[in-house]
């Protein structure tokens, strides 16, 4: 099939088309979607989540395709069906990762459901690592590359530090409120160099966090890992940091500078392994080099300010699968997955949720697959692997997720008191 007979976006639809893009990292996105339009393009990230989304994505998408790929080209089918939008002035934005998995062919499966649903006049752009292309109507430039790498180590930070103050705030809703201050306060800096003085801005975020009014009390902490869709989307793990806050644990999750780094690490893997990559591997170091910088200084500001815990630098994650996985499994998540379990088991978080997609075999390689060897070797850890798919109810993914929290710390976890579950649960 030629790409040529689709739609292109064309320089002139910048001034004439929204685009619209699916929902995964609502902090980071927000800080992202206004640096593309500030570029000139008319982004949007599309917030509808309701049951229509996975009907959409079943009607359109092969039911043997992964749980992730039905959701992402199941919400653009259903907004571009809402009548929200002019159809003749919308184009869809959609991520190619260049791995050899299915998030690379997403954009085809997308491209075949708008022919099915009379809508193959919209132009999808593909955003990877190749749309430098000045011809395209949409192209990265160095200086807006520049702009959303500050954006992913802030929007890593505002998650990670939000995460460490939400399940302790004593006034409800004083999380939030920093957490929306700070992206507004960023978004509005965009224009001017207040943005990227990062050490200013870490200080005054940290600084803000801290005068949260906390308890004390002592909370289990749980690991999210997983399919990168998964482990991020609210849409894609029923809100899953939501339900384990309230269920009295802080959720702990990696920032995306690191899977960031690791398809990065993989262009160079693939050279050592096959001799492929040979020219992309230049660019690719410059820019992981760039986003390790970027991510230490972050890293260093949390830590030399003493009250949050402070993320692992992608440079000490990437040798943890070592001994457990080799640097050639690299579908999917691959080796990082595996680092990231130990990594978290090594920072004193043993209970670790591993969301896991329907239909994704690099996942249950990686993941499930992996966790046997990960318990021998730490006999403490507390990992379930939860499965997401249309069918699986929210009600048995919660019950395993109550299960895990009642083992954590030993299986001394009582139930949020808020919570209808109220009582003591032993395994
Ligand atoms: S990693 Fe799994 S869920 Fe993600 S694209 Fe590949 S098969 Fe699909």
């Given at each position: 099939m030629s790409e040529s007979r689709f739609p292109e976006f064309t320089l002139e639809m910048r001034k004439t088309h929204k685009i619209l893009a699916p929902t995964m990292l609502p902090i980071h996105f927000d800080i992202i979607a206004p640096i593309f339009r500030s570029y000139g393009y008319d982004i949007e990230v599309l917030e509808n989540y309701d049951s229509d989304v996975i009907n959409e994505g079943l009607r359109n998408v092969h039911n043997d395709i992964c749980y992730p790929a039905m959701l992402v080209i199941g919400?653009?089918?259903?907004?571009?069906?809402?009548?929200?939008?002019?159809t003749d002035h919308t184009a869809l934005m959609i991520t190619q990762t260049g791995g050899g998995c299915r998030a690379?062919?997403?954009?085809?499966?997308?491209?075949?459901?708008?022919?099915?649903?009379?809508?193959?006049?919209?132009?999808?752009?593909s955003l990877n690592m190749t749309a430098f292309d000045k011809k395209s109507g949409f192209a990265f430039t160095v200086p807006m590359l520049i702009k959303l790498v500050f954006a992913l180590t802030y929007g890593d930070m505002l998650m990670c530090l939000y995460n460490q103050c939400l399940p302790y705030e004593q006034n409800k809703g004083d999380s939030k409120k920093i957490l929306d201050r700070w992206i507004e306060k960023l978004v509005g800096q965009m224009d001017g160099k207040g943005f990227v003085r990062v050490k200013k801005n870490y200080k005054a975020i940290l600084r803000d966090?801290?005068?949260?009014?906390?308890?004390?009390?002592?909370?289990?902490?749980?690991?999210?890992?997983?399919?990168?869709?998964?482990?991020?989307?609210?849409?894609?793990?029923?809100?899953?940091?939501?339900?384990?806050?309230?269920?009295?644990?802080?959720?702990?999750?990696?920032?995306?500078?690191?899977?960031?780094?690791y398809c990065f690490e993989n262009i160079s893997v693939d050279y050592k392994l096959y001799g492929n990559n040979r020219f992309a591997r230049f660019p690719a170091k410059i820019l992981s080099s760039y986003m390790i910088m970027r991510q230490k200084q972050m890293i260093k500001?949390?830590?030399?300010?003493?009250?949050?815990?402070?993320?692992?630098?992608?440079?000490?994650?990437?040798?943890?699968?070592?001994?457990?996985?080799?640097?050639?499994?690299?579908?999917?998540e691959g080796w990082l997955l595996?680092?990231?379990?130990?990594?978290?088991?090594?920072?004193?978080?043993?209970?670790?949720?591993?969301?896991?997609?329907?239909?994704?075999?690099?996942?249950?390689i990686i993941a499930k697959g992996m966790m046997k060897k990960i318990k021998e070797h730490h006999p403490d850890a507390n990992i379930v692997a939860i499965d997401y798919d249309p069918s699986a109810t929210k009600i048995n993914q919660e019950n395993r997720?109550?299960?895990?929290?009642?083992?954590?710390?030993g299986g001394r976890k009582v139930f949020n008191k808020t919570n209808s579950n109220k009582e003591k649960i032993s395994v």
């Open positions: 919400q653009m089918i259903d907004a571009l069906k809402s009548g929200k939008y002019d690379s062919n997403y954009i085809f499966l997308l491209r075949k459901a708008l022919e099915n649903c009379g809508l193959g006049h919209v132009p999808v752009i966090f801290a005068a949260i009014p906390r308890t004390d009390v002592k909370k289990p902490r749980v690991g999210i890992v997983g399919e990168i869709y998964m482990k991020y989307s609210p849409l894609g793990n029923n809100r899953l940091e939501e339900f384990l806050v309230n269920e009295g644990a802080e959720p702990v999750v990696s920032g995306v500078a690191d899977f960031m780094l500001a949390i830590g030399k300010h003493g009250v949050f815990n402070a993320p692992t630098s992608f440079v000490e994650l990437k040798n943890m699968s070592e001994g457990y996985i080799g640097k050639g499994t690299k579908m999917g595996t680092a990231e379990m130990l990594e978290l088991i090594h920072s004193g978080v043993n209970n670790i949720v591993c969301t896991q997609p329907f239909g994704c075999l690099p996942n249950h997720l109550k299960l895990m929290l009642a083992n954590a710390d």
